[in-house]
């Protein structure tokens, strides 16, 4: 199982940026995907996931709105669409992923533990 996120870079306040994760070695319709980061000095935080079975979301609060996860099975890859970035946004973020995650969309995303596979992150910096 192999995660490749790409995608990051340094945005202004306000602008957009969409990060990909290639997802290989694994049978991407039965997994449980999800985008964490982390912004230095700070601990490690669920995004946005993903139920590719069911379709189920889970947001973080603060970026309901704002970001939107997506796949494209045809492809294995899964998409974070972020718009309207704030200086908070900035961090290291990372793909991950679990097969048949059977405790739901909310504990994937949230439990620290919850995801076995994880890719490289991608770094992202809103700038002021």
């Known amino acids: 199982v192999q995660l490749q996120a790409s995608g990051g870079g340094l945005v202004q306040v306000g602008g957009p940026l969409r990060l990909s994760c290639l997802a290989s070695g694994f049978t991407f319709d039965d997994y449980v995907i999800g985008w964490f980061r982390q912004a230095p000095g700070k601990e490690r935080e669920g995004v946005s996931c993903?139920?590719?079975?069911?379709?189920?979301?889970y947001y973080l609060h603060s970026v309901k709105g704002r970001f939107t996860v997506s796949t494209d099975n045809a492809n294995n890859m899964v998409y974070l669409q972020m718009i309207s970035l704030k200086p908070e946004d900035t961090a290291v973020y990372f793909c991950a992923a679990e097969h048949r995650y059977p405790s739901g969309i909310y504990n994937f995303c949230v439990l620290p533990a919850a995801p076995s596979h994880w890719g490289q992150g991608t770094q992202v910096t809103v700038s002021s």
């Open positions: 993903i139920n590719n079975m069911n379709g189920d979301t």
